[in-house]
Nanobody, 123 residues
Framework: QVQLVESGGGLVQAGASLRLSCAAS????????MCWFRQAPGKERESVAV????????YYAESAKGRFTISRDNAKNTVYLQMNSLKPEDTAVYYC????????????????WGQGTQVTVSS
């Protein structure tokens, strides 16, 4: 498995931007699809953005389209989530996850997880 460590969360005001990073170690990073999930208090974990092994293909949840950008640097073993125009409803713990299979966006398709980073957006 790959080990993942997220960073970049924090407390910001609505309309601000944050860039989350997820550093990977262990097995070959470029062999994994990568996904950012989030989980707000009392809600189920949801996928926000997914990026293919090469970085060419990307998927975004409706709530993220037009505001969030997922990217990866396979040379640095890092995946990023650029979040712009943040809203209070974006408040959640954000997790990065790695998956070895080309499947859907459900959490069950991703076998390695980071510990999460808190993002809090005040109104």
């Amino acid at each position: 498995q790959v080990q993942l460590v997220e960073s970049g969360g924090g407390l910001v005001q609505a309309g601000a931007s944050l860039r989350l990073s997820c550093a990977a170690s262990g097995r070959t990073f470029s062999s994994y699809r990568m996904c950012w999930f989030r989980q707000a208090p009392g809600k189920e974990r949801e996928s926000v953005a997914v990026i293919s092994r090469s970085g060419i293909s990307r998927y975004y949840a409706e709530s993220a389209k037009g505001r969030f950008t997922i990217s990866r640097d396979n040379a640095k073993n890092t995946v990023y989530l650029q979040m712009n125009s943040l809203k209070p409803e974006d408040t959640a713990v954000y997790y990065c996850a790695a998956g070895e299979v080309d499947a859907g966006t459900a959490a069950s398709f991703f076998g390695s997880w980071g510990q999460g980073t808190q993002v809090t957006v005040s109104s």
